[in-house]
């Protein structure tokens, strides 16, 4: 079935591809929700493939509907207005009508333009804007319902498409109409940002739950919740070094391509450093990664990184590494993935660190984090993509623990750092908790950072009660 395009980005994935021509679609929310802009975007999109476009509107004027839409970029230089908005005579000349109901004697004129114009246009696109000023034109609402029943069959019969917006609120529901239409758009407007889901779609299968929405001025985005897929099947676990061999000892070789790695421990033991260690392997082999920062500043992670042999400013001349910046309160979750799956996508980039998984927790907005980073994980790992999360703990020292947030269910592989006081030194100690494809070395090493690089130690077998922040030597000697 060939779909129509509504020229949202996002929204035409959300719906399967597309409405289906010739049903009629109910856009339903609240004042400023958007339902105008979408229905721009409907019939702008039908006029620059060719198709003729009708928009009816019985609340703004003509002029009006085109000055917004030329303030976003939408173009309706090819899209026909009927314009049954009242007109200032009509306050100005205080029309009463003392016989007959406004509504018997509005209602006739406005079916018969409606009719005329159809009928001489043969649209294939219509934006009927908003359906429920038919409500105020019929005695009741069994004659309201049955005239939109009457409107909507009539549209079809000419071939069209149609749009049709509802004002919902408490006093005048439009459950009716939800009944009446193909298929339902809603538009959400909260405290914690604007929303889009689908309940019904005839014909069409859809994507279920609340979608991100932006309305910007260039007009509406939708960004379709990220949904995991399996594994591809017959993808390869090869392995991916570290380049520091006594980690890969630990590691067993490395960490597989294709899975989600947890980088855990208290702020400034070396998690970020160590996970651009990895990148820096990638870069060795041609691969391409990126690191989304939540905290730190990229200039700032860029000076340490160089000043520990790790050459980002190369990787990143020589496209193999980008770096970038991400305030937390800038994207929404959904968002954020699609920023993600774009490089994933189009720039084909094989390896994706978060840092940090804390700082990522802000931009959730209410949002639960660990499905949010459940989901955005899987899907990285479904397209092969090897995944490094930097996970902080709060204490320092003391009782261990993997994460603060219950999330160590999600890594394949779980690399911890530790900080250790021994005598009256402040030391560092890694060592791997988690491994799901292989085995590992089941050991604590000494982790240091120098100007050199990373350097890992050997096994502190004469260290106990490391994970306890209080490691003593068995044997002084």
């Not at 006594?246 to 070396?270: A, F, K, M």
Request: proline letters at 5%.
């Amino acid at each position: 079935m060939n779909r129509l395009p509504t020229g949202i980005p996002g929204l035409d994935e959300v719906i399967g591809g597309g409405l289906v021509p010739h049903d009629a679609y109910l856009v339903r929310g609240g004042p400023g929700t958007g339902k105008t802009t979408l229905g721009l975007h409907f019939l702008a999109t039908g006029a620059a493939r060719g198709e003729t476009a009708l928009f009816i509107s019985l609340e703004e004027s003509a002029s009006k509907i085109r000055r917004n839409a030329a303030n976003i970029g939408i173009d309706l230089s090819n899209v026909h207005i009927l314009d049954l908005s009242p007109s200032s005579d009509f306050f100005a000349k205080t029309e009463i009508y003392d016989i007959f109901s406004p509504a018997e004697v509005e209602r006739e004129p406005l079916t018969r333009q409606i009719v005329e114009s159809v009928q001489r246009l043969r649209p294939s696109r219509v934006f009927f804007d908003p359906i429920t000023q038919f409500r105020y034109l019929t005695p009741d609402l069994f004659q309201f319902r049955k005239q939109v029943i009457s409107f909507l069959r009539f549209l079809a019969e000419q071939q069209t498409t149609v749009i049709f917006s509802a004002e919902n609120s408490t006093a005048f529901p439009d459950d009716d109409l939800q009944y009446i239409a193909d298929g339902i758009i809603t538009l959400e407007l909260t405290q914690n940002g604007r929303y889009l889901s689908v309940s019904k779609m005839r014909g069409s299968s859809f994507s279920s739950g609340r979608h991100a929405m932006r309305l910007t001025g260039r007009g509406l985005s939708v960004f379709p919740r990220i949904i995991p897929s399996p594994l591809v099947t017959g993808h390869s676990f090869t392995l991916m070094p570290s380049g520091v061999p006594e980690l890969d000892e630990l590691l067993n070789g490395g960490i597989e391509r294709g899975t989600i790695t947890l980088i855990t421990g208290p702020s400034g033991v070396g998690k970020t450093t160590l996970g651009f260690q990895f990148m820096k392997e990638a870069a060795s082999r041609g691969e391409q990664s990126i690191v989304f920062s939540f905290e730190e500043e990229v200039e700032i992670m860029v000076e340490r990184c160089e000043a520990v042999n790790i050459p980002v400013r190369a990787m990143q001349a020589n496209n193999l590494l980008r770096v970038e910046k991400i305030e937390p309160l800038q994207y929404n979750p959904d968002e954020f993935a699609q920023y993600v799956r774009f490089w994933v996508e189009h720039k084909q980039v094989t390896m994706v660190m978060i840092d940090s998984v804390t700082g990522y927790r802000l931009c959730m907005q209410g949002e639960d984090l660990i499905s949010q980073l459940h989901a955005l994980g899987k899907y990285l790992q479904s397209k092969g993509v090897t995944v490094i999360f930097i996970m902080d703990t709060n204490s320092i020292v003391g009782d261990f623990q993997v994460t603060d947030i219950g999330a160590s269910y999600l890594g394949d592989n779980i690399i911890f750092l530790r900080f250790l006081e021994i005598e009256g030194e402040l030391r560092k100690a890694i060592g791997v908790l988690k491994k799901r494809l292989s085995d590992f070395e089941k050991t604590l090493r000494e982790f240091t950072i120098s100007r050199y690089g990373i350097k890992v130690g050997k096994p502190l077998t004469n260290l106990r009660g490391i994970l306890i922040g209080m490691p003593t030597w068995t044997d002084q000697s």
